[in-house]
């Protein structure tokens, strides 16, 4: 689709260390997602060595042997427990000022942990669960992303706290298995505790903010401080008793020294990253309690509390987000559920990306357990062999393909959308078909219908095979199939394997059926890693052609946006639309591949274009950038998961009403007169004239240039070239017949928008010689049937402060009132203002966090055509 290069060396500027570093960083954070494989691998070795004489059947007589007052408690606590995690969101909402009613309350603080404890990065994952709730509720995205903060300072209050004080008095040594540099746990109660009761210090004796990333905090109220320690300690209490209860009475170790392990299970499943911690917390706990404790009675407890604490609550809260939405359906007509809606569209695609990937794993697992033997007698007697076989294995390679299919989902895109509701429906089939677990039916249908009625949030028409797979969702494929295996081996443990087994088609052959359903899920695998071998290719090219030339240029002067002339500056790269009626105008710097505005052309190929360039960056390794942005596409970067940071307003003037009569003009018709007196003149040359005009417009811009200490600019800014200047008409001012001031023009779309690049003018030419110019271009334009005339940006103008402002609007508020001996911020937005404008916000679309600092120096780079350039203006 169009061109696309890969970058080349230098492009940008050579930024030594930095550039080094980045790299560094790129390569470490690739490498994370398969460290958390690793871990997850170790850790089902270890429990695979620690409970692998085991048999299935054990696990399930453990589950049964249960007591049923055990499971009652523990279903109790577990109740207790989210009770007290309203807390949490309590306390949080109080301190950014917006307390709200308890059920609101509760409800996102439900759904948000539900949910989140089972992907994994609590804080994180839960943030568009509170977003989308707490968004229709009222709360501003700065409220929203405080309340996030402050639940994750009280989260790890909790984990310091308690885990000091249980580290401190029952931390043992540390088994070598886990392969941690870790011989006791005291030393870590120590800097828990020390950490615990600094921050109440800080919340005690200190007023000023804290800074936690790109973020602003200011420290609560001791006694808020306090009640957070309550909070989150309870919480951890709580939580620790709900496997406490399950576990068996002979068990013989005190609570305190359990609770001890079970936080050291929980920090390793939480550092992992591994999607709930599952493997890696069974194993620590398994692996850390003492050698008295019998490991084979352990496996049971764990499964349960693994069902009642996680899966539950989870099915819990996917139902009652269900039946929220279809409740906001009704009350649509409103304002309040049309914003609702909007943000939905942001949530939706990744819970259903998720339901789709849970149940992927439904399928592997199942096909790796033997089916339950009444079951399987009734299917035999009615069903033949070869259906019951074939629907076994075919029931595998659905399993792997929701998991593959699962991240088109989160793509958007609509072909992934349909093959999954037919992948959904077939699974339901082989479920029945291969051993009756209408359980497990019943869960794939109950899926289906959460994912049929969501098509509108599935809109691209992108190939499958073209999207980019992110190193994290590979990995996240890897361990669902590891993880599956091992249940498989752990299932059939006791089973003498041949070489015949694979040929063994009998009724009760559930182990022969894994081994192929296993052949099933690597054929699967690799028939998708040849295809997207062999698919379509990105192409690059050097420079773009003849024919992309004469179709950027086709493009630009259809669209009603006078920037897109930016398009002809000869200084960018273009991705096309699958029509080549749209396009995208970048270029790279550094790290950073920076799109110039929205994507140029019809609007109903904007949304395919930014996600293909978004996977386009993704394919190198580059930070996805669009510099000056409208507010028409922000959705569309808000799905991509870049941030958005304003950085000033445009100013539009409409012509039709633009006149200099009246009382507010008077200045303006001041400076036309006294400049008429002194035998100046303005006119209009059209683009065939302008070459011959080039030599002394030259003069007119390189003493301009001298004279403001300047040099040229770039990507966002035209400058002085023979060949980009006479693209365009060009407006002049001249005096005595000598051309003192010249704005090469961009005309818009006919009827559409006047704009102007270059502007400059002779040292010596009369003061107000820049508003004579505009106010005879503004008339010349409205007299040619322009409807607007643009007067380009006012950088950092608008920004809000206040005490939930990001650190970006704070240092841009600062900088705008205070930076007036590095740039004249308001006083351009002063000068503006004299033609009575429209402003429009513009904004920066980028990757958050640390890379924000990067992308800003690689466009700096960019626009001064080097970093040098910047320093020298």
Not at 78 to 83: D, H, K, P
Not at 150 to 155: A, D, K, R, V
Not at 794 to 812: C, D, E, H, I, S
Request: aromatic share 12%.
């Amino acid at each position: 689709m169009g061109l696309a290069e890969r970058p080349k060396r230098g492009d940008g500027g050579d930024v030594g260390r930095g550039i080094r570093s980045r790299g560094l960083n790129l390569r470490l954070r690739k490498l994370a997602p398969f460290l958390s494989l690793a871990v997850f691998a170790v850790a089902l070795w270890v429990l695979h060595r620690e409970v692998g004489h085991l048999h299935l059947r054990d696990v399930s007589e453990q589950l049964q042997a249960m007591p049923a007052r055990s499971l009652v408690a523990a279903i109790g606590l577990t109740l207790l427990n989210f009770f007290v995690l309203t807390g949490y969101d309590t306390l949080s909402l109080r301190y950014v000022g917006r307390p709200l009613g308890y059920r609101r309350t509760a409800l996102a603080s439900f759904l948000g942990y539900a949910i989140s404890q089972n992907i994994g990065l609590n804080l994180v994952s839960s943030a568009p669960i509170r977003f989308r709730l707490y968004s229709a509720w009222g709360l501003s995205a700065m409220e929203i992303a405080s309340v996030v903060a402050f639940n994750g300072l009280t989260f790890w209050l909790g984990i310091f706290t308690v885990g000091g004080i249980a580290f401190t008095t029952n931390g043992g040594p540390v088994p070598a298995v886990l392969h941690v540099s870790l011989t006791s746990l005291l030393p870590v109660g120590v800097v828990f505790l020390a950490l615990a009761l600094g921050y109440l210090a800080v919340c005690l004796w200190k007023r000023k903010p804290l800074r936690i990333g790109g973020w602003e905090l200011e420290p609560p109220p001791f006694r808020l401080a306090l009640l957070q320690l309550t909070v989150s300690s309870a919480d951890w209490l709580v939580s620790a008793s709900v496997l406490w209860v399950l576990l068996p009475s002979e068990f013989g170790v005190a609570f305190p020294q359990f609770l001890a392990v079970y936080l050291f299970a929980q920090i390793l499943g939480l550092v992992s990253q591994v999607p709930g911690g599952i493997g890696v917390f069974e194993t620590v706990v398994i692996s850390l309690l003492p050698a008295s404790v019998d490991a084979s009675t352990l496996l049971g407890p764990l499964v349960a509390y693994r069902v009642i604490y996680y899966l539950a609550p989870l099915a819990v809260a996917v139902l009652v987000l269900v039946g929220y939405e279809l409740n906001q359906r009704r009350q649509q007509v409103t304002k309040m559920s049309r914003a609702v809606g909007a943000v939905l569209s942001l949530v939706a695609p990744h819970f259903l990306a998720l339901t789709t990937f849970l149940g992927g794993i439904v399928l592997l697992v199942s096909g790796a357990t033997p089916a339950v033997a009444d079951r399987l007698r009734w299917l035999g007697g009615i069903l033949p062999l070869p259906a019951l076989e074939l629907s076994h294995f075919l029931a595998s390679v659905a399993g792997v393909l929701l998991l593959l299919l699962a991240w088109g989902l989160r793509r958007r895109l609509e072909g992934a959308y349909y093959l999954t509701l037919a992948v959904f429906v077939s699974g339901v089939v082989f479920s029945l078909l291969k051993g009756a677990d209408y359980e497990e039916a019943l869960v794939l249908a109950a899926m289906t219908a959460v994912l049929v009625p969501s098509r509108r949030y599935f809109y691209r028409r992108a190939p499958l095979l073209s999207e980019p797979l992110s190193t994290n969702w590979l990995a996240a494929v890897a361990m669902a199939l590891m993880g599956a295996f091992w249940i498989g081996l752990f299932a059939y443990r006791h089973v003498d394997y041949s070489t015949e087994m694979w040929w063994q088609f009998t009724l009760y052959g559930d182990a022969s059926r894994f081994l192929r359903g296993g052949i099933g899920v690597a054929v699967g695998l690799l028939a998708f890693g040849i295809a997207r071998l062999f698919g379509r290719a990105t192409p690059r090219r050097n420079e773009p052609s003849a024919d992309d030339l004469e179709r950027v240029r086709a493009i630009a002067s259809n669209s009603p946006h006078a920037s897109a002339n930016l398009a002809l500056l000869g200084d960018k790269r273009f991705l096309f639309s699958a029509s080549r009626r749209a396009m995208i105008m970048y270029a790279v710097s550094g790290r950073s591949w920076i799109a110039m505005g929205e994507p140029v052309g019809p609007g109903d190929e904007h949304v395919e274009l930014i996600w293909s360039f978004h996977a386009l960056c993704d394919r190198y390794g580059g930070w996805t950038v669009f510099y000056e942005v409208g507010e028409e596409d922000l959705n569309i970067f808000l799905e991509l998961g870049l941030t958005v940071l304003k950085i000033g307003e445009e100013a539009t003037v409409p012509l039709e009403p633009f006149s200099l009569d009246g009382r507010a003009r008077k200045k303006l018709r001041y400076v036309r007169r006294r400049l008429e007196k002194e035998h100046c003149t303005f006119e209009v040359v059209e683009a065939s004239a302008v070459p011959a005009l080039l030599p002394e417009l030259r003069a007119v811009s390189d003493a301009w240039l001298a004279d403001k200490h300047s040099r040229e600019m770039g990507f966002s800014l035209g400058r002085f070239e023979d060949d980009y200047l006479r693209r365009f008409p060009c407006a002049l001012v001249r005096q005595h017949s000598r051309i003192v001031a010249f704005a090469n023009l961009w005309p818009g779309r006919s009827g559409s928008e006047l704009s102007v690049d270059l502007m400059r003018h002779t040292p010596d030419a009369p003061p107000g010689i820049m508003d004579f110019l505009f106010t005879n271009l503004m008339e010349w334009g409205r007299d040619n049937g322009f409807a607007r005339f643009g007067l380009g940006m006012a950088p950092l103008a608008g920004l809000r402060t206040g005490p939930f402002a990001t650190l970006w609007n704070r240092l841009a508020s600062f900088a705008y009132s205070h930076g007036e001996h590095f740039y004249n911020f308001q006083g351009l937005r002063q000068y503006k203002d004299k033609f009575d404008p429209e402003w429009q916000p513009r904004y920066l679309a980028c990757p958050s966090g640390r890379a924000v600092p990067g992308v800003l120096a690689d466009l700096t780079a960019l626009i001064s055509r080097g970093l040098i350039g910047a320093i020298r203006k």
